[in-house]
Structures are given as structure tokens and as C-alpha cells.
């Protein structure tokens, strides 16, 4: 048996979602994210049985808390997993509040299918069944071991793993893996490594630390998910965020920021802080009306070591975007209720940022048809989504069973992303000091994959390789 080292490539191959890597060793298993599908396409991929037996895989690396990295590892426990899964401390903290959610909401799909399909008459087969169960997500969680930042950790058979500061949400993390070289059949001796990128975030993003540049690596797996575009500049989020606090101020109406509960949540308050502190707004209630968000928010709070610079001076100060005066944390569905029965222009931010479930569907049955409310759109809206429809200019929308007209103004910033444009992209990979034996493009449609590559071996003249989903690579 060959002594080389491989790669497959289980998801996040030429599409965005369902992050999964495998190395192999002789009998030694490592993977590198468990990540669940988003896009409707590749949905089934989700419950199709894993290319291994998860209980032959010895240990899990996650990058970070993101569903698709994570979101199949209730499912890969109950199959048979065992082992350690490592990750960053606020990883692991985030990892918790995102899989038992996401349990909840496979149990309501499921319970939601079987309903339309008894009252449809009709019978399976369909996945009436819950993806996995809450009691799945719990029996997932006392696997998760938490590794500092930039400590190797020992993984198995001789290959140890580093985490390092992705810049992407908190805790988000690049993984180097060191392990022996060889070649036709026989160990060189030679260390060799590769580096997943995870997700890169933005430099200069608010609140956590940029991204980690590597100057060597043997091997690097890379994400491309805007490897075909240059982000509009964030410099100019804080001044739209003054204008449509302002103008909704002046009208009279409330101002509703659809968000997501992780990373953009927090950072809109960071911005509502600056402009406070600034005096460029006014002295408003804000009202963050997610129970997720706020346990996430409770685990910024205590990772006061991820901030960066700005940050950090920041909450030293006392002026931390988590606790100003007149910031509110709704957690029980009376206090929500509560906020409707409010006069005057109050902020309230709540899920689902796409606006297909949650708190926000209530907020915007009280305020789209007034014309002094504002809908502020800060995330990206995927087709299909009511969220899309209020974008997109209707006049008429559906929410909870009954038809609303639009009155309500409609923002939109578009200069929030924790993902890395091409030329941060290439800002990343400009790190290396010499060409890797490999480069693999992963985590983005074929056609930002695609763009990227011509990009690189334009500006590099190397020749990134675009792996297909299931295909295999000798690390030799
Ligand atoms: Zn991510
Ligand atoms: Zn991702």
C-alpha cells in the first residue's frame, strides 16, 4: 500500500456549500469540515450516506461555525462518529447555538413535508424524517475540543494540525496540516503541508482581526466564492446606516434591519455604536429581537482577545457595541410583542435576514405598509425569498397569510461581506513566497472558480486546479 497522502474532495466542489475534505493516510481518516448543502440543487446531497464510514474517520478539523462547514456533523455522529472534533474556543461555542437551531428547524421542515403530504394524499418516499434530531446536535457537542490559535495540535498518525485567524466571523479559522512526504510507496522523511483556507474574510472588516497570509505551503485548498468580483467599497456602510436611521427618524417611522444572527448582527451594532459615539444619529432604542443573535452576541462578549485594534479600544473605553444605553435584547416572544406597541422611531434588528421565518415577519406586518417605516437591507437575498420579493420593488407582498401593500422605503447596503473579493483573494495568495505543488479552487460556482484560476495563472502563471465534487489527489 502506498505510503502518499490523499485528498477528496466531498463538497464545495465547484459549488459554494457542503465545505467536506478527506485526507488519507494508510487507514488514518481526517476531515477537514462537515458541511451541509444550502443551495436547492445539491439539497439531496445532504441525505445521501457519506462516501466513508464516519466511524473510520479518526478526527474532524472545523474551520468555523457557518453551517455549510458544520452543519452535517449531527448527522456524521449518528452514523457512527466518535472522535475528537477541533476547533477554535469561540467555534465551538458558536458551533453549539448553530447546530441545535439548525436540529430545529430539519425537525419543522420534516413536520411541515409530512403535513403537505397527508393533506396532498400522498405517500413516500420523501424525507418525512428529520435530517437529524436535536438529541443529535446534543450527542455532537461534548466531541467539540476547543485549540488555541497558532498551537499544533497532534491529529493522528504522525499529522498535526494549526488553526489561524480567517478574518471571516469570530473564531473562523485556516488549518495547516503537517505530515510526512513520500513517494512510490515509501515515506521520504520530508514534512510536508497544506493549508485550507476555510473562508477568508475582508481586510479591515470591524471587530475581529484580518486574515492570516501564509509566505509557504506545499499544498494549498483555497476558497473562491467572489473569485469573479470586486466588493463595492465598505467605507461608505456607516454613512448609509446614518442616512436611513435619519430619514426614518425624521418620517416618524421604525427602521427594520432584516439580519443574520451571526457576525452581521453584531456588526450593524458596531456601526450603530460608532455613530452614536459620532452623535450623527439620534439617541434611539435598538432592539435586537433574535434569541440566536443574542446568544451569539453573549458569545462575542466573551472573546474579548479576538478583537482587533479598534475594537479592542473600543469596549476599553466603555463604549462596547453590546451594551450601549438603549440597546434592548428581546429574548421571550411577550418582550417582542412589546416593541409594536412602541410610538416613535425605534431600530429593530431580527431574523430571518432573508426574511423566511423569525421575528422579522411580525415587524414587517406592522411596518411595510407605513410609509414612514424603512426596510434595510444589509445581506444577500437569494432568489425565491420574501426578502427578494420587498427588494425587488413589489407592491404587494404576502407574510403570514395575508397580502400587504408596500408603503415602507426600501435601503439597501450592499458593502457588508465577510467573504474576500478577488483582489483580496489574490492579496492572500500573494502571500506565498513560492508556487505550492498544488493549488485547489473550491467554494465557489465553476464560473467564479473558473475566473479565478485565469486570474492566477495570468498574474502567477500557475496552474490552480478546479476539482470536481468526489475527485481524489496524491499529496506525494
Ligand atoms: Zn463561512
Ligand atoms: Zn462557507
Same mark, same amino acid.
Not at 509557504?216 to 499544498?219: C, F, K, L
Not at 450592499?414 to 461581506?417: A, H, P, T, V, Y
Given at each position: 500500500m502506498s505510503s502518499q497522502i490523499s485528498v477528496r474532495f466531498l463538497g464545495a466542489a465547484q459549488n459554494v456549500t457542503g465545505s467536506s475534505y478527506l485526507l488519507e493516510h494508510q487507514d488514518r481518516r481526517v476531515l477537514v469540515d462537515c458541511g451541509l448543502y444550502q443551495e436547492r440543487k445539491y439539497r439531496e446531497r445532504n441525505w445521501a450516506p457519506f462516501a466513508v464510514d464516519p466511524g473510520s474517520i479518526d478526527a474532524v478539523l472545523l474551520t468555523h461555525a457557518h453551517l455549510d462547514h458544520c452543519g452535517l456533523l449531527p448527522k456524521l455522529v449518528r452514523e457512527g462518529f466518535s472522535g475528537p472534533i477541533y476547533c477554535t474556543p469561540a467555534t465551538a461555542a458558536i458551533t453549539r447555538i448553530v447546530l441545535l437551531d439548525s436540529a430545529r428547524i430539519q425537525a419543522e421542515d420534516a413536520e411541515y413535508k409530512r403535513r403537505r403530504h397527508e393533506k396532498e394524499g400522498r405517500s413516500g418516499p420523501y424525507p418525512e424524517e428529520p435530517l437529524y434530531t436535536e438529541e443529535d446536535a446534543e450527542r455532537t457537542l461534548p466531541l467539540l475540543r476547543s485549540v488555541s490559535y497558532n498551537a499544533p495540535v497532534p491529529v493522528t498518525g504522525g499529522i498535526t494540525a494549526s488553526f489561524f485567524e480567517a478574518g471571516h466571523i469570530l473564531g473562523s479559522a485556516m488549518i495547516r496540516l503537517e505530515f510526512e512526504g513520500g513517494s512510490g510507496g515509501r515515506s521520504s522523511g520530508e514534512r510536508r503541508s497544506i493549508v485550507f483556507s476555510g473562508d477568508i474574510g475582508q481586510w479591515d472588516k470591524p471587530i475581529i482581526e484580518d486574515p492570516t497570509v501564509f509566505t509557504?505551503?506545499?499544498?494549498v485548498v483555497m476558497e473562491s466564492t467572489y473569485g469573479d468580483r470586486t466588493h463595492e467599497d465598505p467605507g461608505e456602510v456607516e454613512d448609509l446606516v446614518a442616512e436611513a436611521v435619519n430619514t426614518t427618524h425624521r418620517a416618524g417611522g421604525n427602521l427594520l434591519i432584516p439580519s443574520f444572527a451571526l457576525e452581521r448582527t453584531q456588526e450593524v451594532l458596531y456601526h450603530l455604536n460608532r455613530l452614536l459615539q459620532a452623535d450623527r444619529i439620534p439617541h434611539l432604542v435598538v432592539f435586537v429581537d433574535s434569541p440566536m443573535a443574542i446568544s451569539v452576541t453573549e458569545v462575542f462578549k466573551d472573546h474579548?482577545?479576538? *478583537?482587533?485594534d479598534a475594537m479592542q479600544e473600543q469596549v476599553q473605553a466603555g463604549h462596547s457595541p453590546f451594551s450601549f444605553s438603549g440597546l434592548q435584547m428581546t429574548r421571550s416572544v411577550e418582550q417582542s410583542k412589546a416593541i409594536n406597541q412602541i410610538r416613535g422611531t425605534s431600530i429593530i434588528i431580527a431574523g430571518s435576514g432573508m426574511c423566511t421565518g423569525g421575528r422579522i415577519k411580525h415587524h414587517l406586518v406592522h411596518n411595510?405598509?407605513?410609509?414612514?417605516s424603512t426596510i434595510l437591507f444589509v445581506g444577500y437575498q437569494a432568489e425565491g425569498t420574501l426578502g427578494r420579493q420587498i427588494l425587488s420593488g413589489a407592491r404587494e407582498v404576502r407574510i403570514l397569510g395575508q397580502s400587504w401593500r408596500r408603503n415602507a422605503r426600501i435601503r439597501r447596503i450592499?458593502? *457588508?461581506?465577510a467573504h474576500a473579493d478577488q483582489p483580496a483573494l489574490l492579496r492572500w495568495l500573494g502571500g506565498l513566497q513560492r508556487p505550492p505543488r498544488k493549488l485547489f479552487l473550491t467554494h465557489g460556482e465553476a464560473e467564479a472558480i473558473r475566473v479565478l484560476a485565469g486570474k492566477i495563472e495570468q498574474e502567477k502563471g500557475w496552474k490552480p486546479l478546479r476539482p470536481e465534487y468526489g475527485q481524489r489527489f496524491e499529496l506525494d
Open positions: 509557504e505551503s506545499d499544498y474579548p482577545e479576538l *478583537f482587533d411595510i405598509y407605513r410609509k414612514q450592499s458593502g *457588508f461581506s
